[in-house]
């Protein structure tokens, strides 16, 4: 009996040796890098394996069958088609990834510039979430440490407790800027970034390398994409439309990028209290234009040219606030027009040489001009009231009592033009383990503005704006403020960082560089030293396992750790608003702002039911001081101009991302912050004080969003896209003068938006007619903006009733909106 069931455990072994085909092979990207660490998964099974750091990779897989692969390194993962191969044979086959390895947001597995302290960003996997403005309310959403600060009408963010203003945005290169003069969100228009050109996206949200520019709190590295064949994107929606076509010349030395976009969203402003007649028009246009000259020698053009137009004629407002015991509703009848206007034109001019394979060379330079017109008349008469709360009276939610009355009229005329012309010089030398990198820099800054802005309240029974001087009846204003500003100045900078592998076999690597930046204005000269570190600590073992054993679960591999560490100085010279008063004159004495960042964190690649994962955390604490105070309404930021306050930022951000559904990827994030600061202020005896310490404009302890994705299993053409986001309380304070006292609170922010989409066509399509064999997908959604239509409020506006009591009033955002969108590729 004994050698019977050896007879047939043998005859049982040996058909399931001939059932199995051995393949092997590597996987490369774009430029033929082998990729380590990527991911490689017979799909619907639980067979998968690891490349090593050569790229290679092997494992056995079912002969006699067609089969499907899933590859995954970095932000993409493609599905290949293989089999059926013949029983006990090895077969070679190579996987070229479509583009380079950095891309991505979640940073999946395999990523080969893992040690540096990146997020990376793949614009494909987020065109399909449906958001309000633009590629950057995506970022707010899986971009670490960045909160919901601005809200969902805004390109702003605000990165580990800093505003607006210290953020970094290159796009190929080059820098880009804000608007100067906008106050609220819905006066920005597009955004700067157009996704439908974007190759890959890089973020930082603190300790980056020397390279990178002189701000205080993050960096956004956009690249658009370089075109290999002819490509068409169309999109429309509720919200506006846009047009993205490339190509490359036959003989390959011309490539074209081009892309427009038109926005006019009054259907989604008419959710606002406000209630109006909106006419927004935003348009953009985009072109990137590159000639190879050389093998090792092309030239590049990329031009952006935007006309954003806000103006709208407010009618009414209706503000009910308060809770079940004391509500209070504001209405306002208005009349008057608000018209914000500017164009922004930018071009700039690269060459980039290669006279040695491990030499590169980059020279660009640019220019960037910006027309900004701010005039509004608007005069208000409102009525404050208090409404009756009693669900069992006949007037339930109407007005029970009048609080008060008053008028007001807001006025200004402001025009700014500023140009910004620069010229740089960026070097790059990589020999054996280590890579040096050089850069030198020339801005020079001309800006014109000429303001003239007042406003005046006149609230029955408690405000009297109008005095007797010499039997002259003079009117006194509440604000005023008038100032013809000119300014030239230039600024220098340079750079100088070494990246160097300490051990390869655990990616052991070191980044140290020392930046400076010169500003003649304020004669001030600033030195930067900054440091990353990086080591994968189990990787050694893991890569020899792998090597050995190939994909087993006999021999346990340890965590696939890599931990970073990064310290530095970030220097922040003024640009225009830090410079400028409150009164309209300039500060020539002003300095630099300092942060010290020290941060340490950690990547964790893991699988989780057969499917790749990614866990990134991050610990981080900023020293500051010479501080420039400032406040915050909506989006507008008004600073103190005067270096007297001193604080600090710390924290920690974490998220998981991977295929929680398979095939397919989500996000799950989470930041807790705490951002305080003490300032220098002058009492009313004139004696300088240093204030408590107090929660800066930007303090918002908790973050927490979700981006997530699922589909039908029975039809994986229905698709949908949930974006949740919750953002806790945040100060908010009114007057800067007198910023060392406590303000109100924004409540928290909540949000939740949803997208059901259908692929009406694709290359997968079986019935696919051949008119439309050029097309390469076809997408409709219909998206739900606010699905739980909660009154999130951007700031307060100050009322007054007839005891002289104030009430912050809130500005709300935008409500629930249907929208419906599509897009075509070909």
Do not use: C
């Not at 190879?292 to 020698?297: A, E, G, T, V, Y």
């Not at 009525?383 to 029970?400: H, I, M, P, Q, V």
């Not at 076809?778 to 007839?802: H, M």
Request: aromatic letters at 14%; charged letters at 25%; hydrophobic letters at 35%.
């Amino acid at each position: 009996m004994k050698s019977h069931l050896i007879t047939i455990s043998l005859l049982f072994y040996s058909v399931i040796g001939l059932s199995q085909s051995s393949i092997n092979g590597k996987v490369l990207d774009s430029e033929r890098t082998p990729i380590s660490n990527a991911f490689i998964k017979v799909k619907g099974t639980a067979i998968s394996t690891y490349s090593t750091v050569d790229g290679n990779y092997s494992f056995d897989v079912p002969s006699n069958k067609i089969l499907i692969l899933q590859i995954s390194a970095s932000t993409e993962t493609i599905e290949k088609e293989i089999g059926p191969f013949l029983a006990n044979k090895k077969y070679k086959q190579n996987f070229n990834l479509e583009s380079s390895i950095s891309l991505e947001t979640a940073i999946v597995i395999g990523d080969k510039n893992r040690d540096r302290p990146l997020i990376k960003i793949d614009p494909k996997k987020l065109e399909y979430f449906s958001n309000t403005s633009g590629f950057e309310q995506k970022l707010k959403l899986i971009g670490m440490g960045i909160s919901s600060s601005g809200g969902e009408l805004s390109s702003g963010y605000s990165v580990r407790g800093g505003n607006f203003d210290e953020n970094l945005v290159y796009v190929n290169d080059i820098e880009v800027y804000r608007p100067f003069l906008v106050r609220s969100g819905q006066q920005e228009g597009l955004s700067v970034i157009n996704p439908d050109m974007v190759d890959k996206v890089e973020f930082s949200a603190g300790g980056f390398q020397a390279k990178y520019g002189d701000k205080l709190s993050s960096v956004l590295d956009i690249k658009y994409r370089e075109p290999d064949t002819l490509r068409y994107t169309i999109q429309a929606s509720l919200l506006g439309s846009s047009l993205h076509f490339e190509n490359r010349s036959k003989n390959k030395r011309f490539t074209y990028l081009v892309g427009a976009r038109f926005r006019a969203n009054q259907y989604l402003l008419g959710s606002l209290d406000v209630q109006g007649d909106y006419k927004p028009l935003f348009f953009d246009l985009q072109t990137l234009l590159k000639y190879r000259l050389k093998s090792n020698l092309s030239l590049s053009y990329l031009s952006t040219l935007s006309q954003n137009r806000y103006l709208v004629s407010p009618q009414s407002q209706q503000t009910s606030f308060g809770n079940v015991n004391s509500a209070i509703s504001l209405f306002i009848a208005f009349s008057g027009n608000e018209l914000m206007q500017y164009t922004t034109w930018m071009n700039a001019l690269s060459l980039d040489y290669k006279p040695k394979k491990n030499i590169t060379l980059k020279f660009n330079t640019s220019s960037y001009t910006t027309t900004e017109r701010e005039h509004f008349t608007v005069e208000g008469a409102y009525r404050l009231s208090e409404l009756e709360t009693n669900f069992g009276s006949d007037d339930f939610a109407n007005e029970k009592a009048l609080l008060g009355i008053g008028y007001f009229i807001d006025h200004a005329r402001n025009d700014l033009e500023a140009q910004v012309y620069s010229a740089s010089h960026k070097g790059k030398y990589v020999r054996k383990n280590t890579t040096l990198q050089w850069g030198v820099g020339f801005k020079n800054e001309q800006i014109s503005d000429r303001l003239k802005e007042w406003r005046y309240n006149d609230s029955s029974e408690y405000n009297i704006t109008t005095i007797n001087t010499q039997d002259k009846l003079v009117i006194v204003l509440d604000e005023f403020l008038k100032a013809n500003i000119d300014i030239q100045s230039y600024r220098i900078n340079g750079y100088v960082q070494n990246s160097q592998y300490i051990n390869k076999a655990s990616n052991t690597r070191v980044t140290f560089g020392l930046r400076t930046n010169y500003w003649n204005y304020n004669q001030e000269n600033v030195i930067s030293p900054r440091m990353q570190f990086s080591w994968e600590p189990n990787k050694k073992y893991n890569d020899s396992t792998k090597l050995k054993y190939g994909n087993t679960d006999t021999i346990q591999s340890k965590r696939d750790w890599l931990l970073r560490f990064a310290s530095g100085y970030y220097y922040q010279p003024p640009f225009y608003r830090e410079l400028r008063r409150l009164d309209g004159t300039l500060n020539p004495s002003i300095k630099a702002q300092r942060s010290i960042h020290f941060v340490f964190g950690g990547d964790m690649n893991f699988e989780a039911w057969g499917r790749p994962f990614k866990f990134i955390s991050e610990l981080y604490y900023k020293h500051q001081d010479r501080m420039i105070p400032y406040v915050v309404d909506n989006v507008r930021i008004r600073y103190l101009a005067e270096n007297s306050s001193q604080g600090y930022a710390t924290g920690v951000d974490a998220r998981v991302n991977g295929e929680f559904v398979e095939g397919i990827e989500s996000w799950f994030n989470l930041s807790i912050l705490q951002t305080k600061e003490r300032l220098y202020y002058t009492d009313n005896d004139g004696n300088e004080q240093l204030s408590d310490w107090l929660r800066r404009p930007t303090d918002q302890r908790v973050n927490f969003s979700i981006m997530f994705q699922d589909e039908l299993p029975s039809n994986p053409s229905y698709k949908l896209n949930l974006s949740l986001i919750y953002g806790s309380k945040m100060p908010f304070f009114f007057n800067p003068e007198n910023r060392q006292n406590p303000g109100f609170k924004i409540p928290a922010y909540r949000r939740v938006d949803i997208g059901f989409s259908k692929i009406l066509l694709d290359k997968k399509s079986k019935r696919r007619s051949s008119k439309f064999k050029n097309i390469e997908s076809l997408w409709a959604s219909l998206e739900v903006f606010n699905l739980l239509q909660v009154n999130n409020t951007i700031s307060y506006v100050l009322v007054k009733d007839f005891s002289n009591n104030v009430y912050g009033v809130p500005n709300f955002l935008t409500g629930r909106r249907l929208n419906f969108r599509f897009i075509l590729k070909i």
